[in-house]
């Protein structure tokens, strides 16, 4: 490698920005091995490109690669940390390849979960590359508009299972290691390149249109396939025969997994998604993997066939995901599901428009809020405006004229004013470029449903007095659609007071619906005693969520009986991350003095540790805060998550800190522990107590 001034680096940034219109990069082939123990990516990679014009320079973005060596080359190269720069006489119209050995410890992107000496199932190694982070592992280009395909091979430790983006072809094994290769046919954004390694199992299956699936799930969760992968062929079907146009790639694959940073990303052929979505049949009540499934399945259409120039056409990815799995949803639970989510998402988005805090869709840093659910109703506008035929067509027409190509919304508004004989004006300046949310176009399509107009009126008897809406009430609760108006009906039932608000409370639980009665659970804090019958029925109802905030508020409402409470609900686990046990651990410490609540204490802290998901680990920390029972292992374990690479925990993390150091002794604690050197993350933890 040859040195450069720091005048020429400079010039060799800003020849960065322009070099999608100079090359096309045609293929990256690299044969990857992954080393969990180390946390180190080493790789042999080659890369091909035409250039489109005579050229000086080349580069490929590559972030901290270390012990790079280069086979066989003529051209002179530098190596900046970010970017790797190939100069010298690069002639128009050729192809050249490069080929390089490098390791690398890569900073994110590649996430490793490390074992746990006593949980076997613990270590997992995935990809999380969404925007432009692909480069941190792998050496491509950070610009979703350079199209490029991507054939690699992992080797990796032989205890784990690897799935990664397109089709195997070919896979050997070692004592100690296995090595994959898989090959793809069409070119993708370098932000869609994934893999994940654990201990998964799959189960393998072919859709009714003969595309072959790949259903991943830690082995350990084997017995919940049929509840998280529910109408799994389904959600496939729907959506192909809704959108139009065949599947796009080779195979689709899913796989889940611990501490993601997102619901789900949706790699080309490789849909990464969170854990948290395993449910067993009584979770998959509380929250299924289903929209979030059909969300990034449609991804492989909307942002993987066809990709957005930059976020001002980010509509193009997730509106379009959204209401097509909106569309999935309304053919799986009925329209009266459909009609609802449009209507609590219009009630959202009136209210943040109101606020004067509405965002244009057409914008480059709007919120998700504004992306998923005012595009999708932006769509849904505009299919009621055009009609079915021409809107269906239109997205169908939109797909295959840019196939794997890159579009911008004119693209789309185009087809669509071709096909309706239509100017699509209008409806851009009031759904895509200004700020406001359009209420009374949205509520005049709501309307036309007999549904939402039943709910409608039922919310606009908010503030009349019980007696004046009895009936009204009574018919909610008994309705089809319960499951929507329940809730409602529930929520102005108790603020009254009187013996009708207990007459309709009591008919409130023996509806039996789920959602109803989650609802009373969540918010029937003050429990009448002639309802604690019926209210301690919810301990069994089929909701790992009803039966959390049942125990919590009868626990609270009669002291007399904890000790049955805890009794009745003891062993019981909840979902995978352990809603009921760990609550009735913190109650069991709050309750009794026992030897069996001082192993109740014993084990949530336990779960404080990082063996553990943060979800289970963030719900620990506060039970243990609450009940004031936060040790110095607590707080070592606490520290260690200052540096979480989930976002929200981390912060959540940071939070708890900065309550804990407002008590003196807390606070006396913590320094005792920096001072001992037992902290994580010491300067972080300074930099919170302001030392």
Known sequence: MKSFSILFFFLLTSFAFSQSQSIDVQNITAHVTINPDEKQISADYRFSFLTKSKLDTVFLDAKNLENIKFVNTEFEIYNSGNKLF????FKKDKTYTFELTYQVKPKQTVY???????IDHSAQVWTQGQGKYTSHWLPSLDDMTDKIIFNLSYTFPAQYELTANGALVSEEETEDLSTRHFEMKNPMSSYLVAFAAGNFKAVRDTTDSGVPLEMYLPEQYNDHFRFTYQNYNEIFSILEKKIGVAYPWQNYKQVPVRDFLYA??????LTIFSEEFIVDEISYNDQNYINVHAHELAHQWFGNL???????HHWLHEGFATYFALLVEKELFGTAYFENQLFEDAEQLKLLSDRGEGEKIMSKNASSLTYYKKGAWALHALRNRVGDAVFFDSVKDFLNQNAYQI????DFLKIL???SGESMLDFKKEWLQQTSFPAEEALTILRKSEFIDQLFKL?????????????PLKNALLSKHNAYLGPEAVLQIISEKGVQREELLYLAFSTDNIETRQFLAKNLKQIPKDLKEKYEELLKDQSYVTREHALLNLWMNFPEDRRDYLAQMKGQEGTIHKNIELLWLMLKVATEKSKEARKAFHQLTDYTDSAYAYQIKRQAFIYLFQINKLTDQSIINLSKDLNHPVWRYRNFVKQLLTELIKDQNHQADIIKLLEKDQLSNKEKVKDILKV
């Open 306 to 312: 066809i990709t957005e120039k930059n976020s001002v």
């Open 407 to 410: 579009v911008e919304v004119d």
């Open 459 to 471: 919310k606009l008897k908010r503030n009349k007095p019980i007696k004046d809406k009895i009936l």
């Open 264 to 269: 789900g990303m949706e790699n080309t052929g």
């Open 86 to 89: 190939f100069i010298g006489n």
């Open 112 to 118: 490793f979960i490390e074992k746990h000496p006593e």
């Open 417 to 419: 004013e071709d096909k």
